[in-house]
C-alpha cells in the first residue's frame, strides 16, 4: 500500500515539493559554505518523493540549533509555505487528506531540517 500511495503522492505534488528541495540545494552550493547545507536537502529530498513509511526524528544539538535558524530565514520558509500550501489544497477533499498530511509533515522539516533524520516506520 505504501508503494501505491508514493506513486499517487509523486503525481499529486510529491515531485513539485522535491524539486523545491534540489533547487535550495543547488543555490546552497554556490557557495563552499553552503555545501554541507546543500547536501542535507538533496538528502532531505528523498521523503518529497517518497513520504509513505517514512517518519521524522529530532536529534539536534547546539549546531543545528544555530543551522536551523540560518536555514528558517534563508530557505526555509519559502519551502514550508509551498508545502503548506499543497497540503490545505489537498485537504480539501477526503481522498486527499493523507497526502495533506504528508505535505504537513515535510512542511515541519522544511522549518528545521538540521537534526532531523528520516526514519522507515514498520
Do not use: H, Y
Not at 540560518?70 to 514550508?80: D, N, P, Q, T
Not at 497540503?87 to 481522498?95: F, R
Request: hydrophobic share 55%; proline share 3%.
Amino acid at each position: 500500500m505504501k508503494f501505491i500511495g508514493n506513486i499517487i503522492w509523486i503525481i499529486c505534488g510529491g515531485l513539485v515539493s522535491a524539486i523545491g528541495w534540489w533547487l535550495a540545494g543547488l543555490l546552497w552550493c554556490i557557495t563552499v559554505v553552503g555545501i554541507p547545507v546543500g547536501l542535507q536537502c538533496f538528502k532531505l529530498s528523498s521523503i518529497s518523493l517518497n513520504p509513505f513509511g517514512k517518519d521524522i526524528v529530532d536529534e539536534g544539538g547546539a549546531v543545528s540549533c544555530l543551522m536551523n535558524v540560518l536555514w528558517f530565514f534563508i530557505s526555509g520558509i519559502e519551502l514550508a509555505i509551498g508545502n503548506f500550501v499543497l497540503g490545505c489544497l489537498l485537504c480539501i477533499t477526503v481522498v486527499g487528506i493523507p497526502f495533506g498530511l504528508q505535505f504537513f509533515k515535510i512542511a515541519r522539516l522544511s522549518l528545521f531540517p538540521f537534526g532531523a533524520r528520516v526514519v522507515k516506520v514498520g
